[in-house]
Structure formats: structure tokens, C-alpha cells
């Protein structure tokens, strides 16, 4: 549902990190880039009513209304939404997909 709403949203570079049983903060992690911090932010807003719509609860969005960087924490899914040369300069994807991959490692760095 969270990746067909940023899909919905022309989000580009779309990217799904599968969490489960690599760490205990979330199942998914959803890395996306918008346009414009206009459009990072009409993301992260239809993204968090689609997830209230679907029955999340206590929603966490951090970085509006610079929206360079917005973190969507919907608790199983934590979403990265960037503006193109934020999201380049950070390379989340590398490395969070470096730790997840870690295991149990991963668990440490992450863990609650």
C-alpha cells in the first residue's frame, strides 16, 4: 500500500528494503526521491493519509516542512522520502542495505 500510494505520487527511484528478521525496528524500509521538496511533501502527505486509511496508528513524520529529507515512521514501515541530491549525498539505500545484510549485526546497529 505504501509503495502503490508513492507510485500514485510520481515518486521516483522507488526503492524496498525487506526488514524481517534482520532487525527489530521495522519489517520494510521504502527509500523514494521526489522532484522538488514540493513534491517530497505532497508525498509524505497523501502517504500518511493513505496509511491512516489503511489503520496505522501513531504516524511519525520528521523533516516537514523542509521536506529535503522526510522520515514517514508508520512503525512496521519506515519511509526515507529525499529530494534527488539529498537522497545521492546520503546513498542510504548502500547503507542500510549493508547492515540489514549483516544480521545479526544489523540487530545491533538498528535495534530498539
Do not use: C
Not at 54 to 71: C, S
Not at 78 to 106: C, D, M, Q, T, W
Amino acid at each position: 500500500m505504501a509503495k502503490t500510494s508513492l507510485d500514485d505520487g510520481k515518486a521516483e527511484g522507488i526503492v524496498v528494503i525487506p526488514l524481517i528478521g534482520k532487525t527489530s525496528i521495522a519489517d520494510y524500509m521504502i527509500i523514494a526521491s521526489g522532484r522538488s521538496n514540493r513534491q517530497v511533501a505532497a508525498l509524505t502527505m497523501n502517504l500518511a493519509e493513505k496509511l491512516k486509511e489503511a489503520g496505522a496508528k501513531g504516524i511519525t513524520i520528521e523533516g516537514m516542512p523542509r521536506a529535503d529529507w522526510v522520515l514517514v515512521d508508520a512503525k512496521d514501515i519506515i519511509v526515507h522520502l529525499f529530494r534527488p541530491e539529498v537522497r545521492s549525498f546520503y546513498n542510504l539505500e548502500k547503507n542500510v542495505g549493508r547492515r540489514a545484510a549483516a544480521g545479526s549485526a544489523g540487530q545491533r546497529l538498528f535495534g530498539r
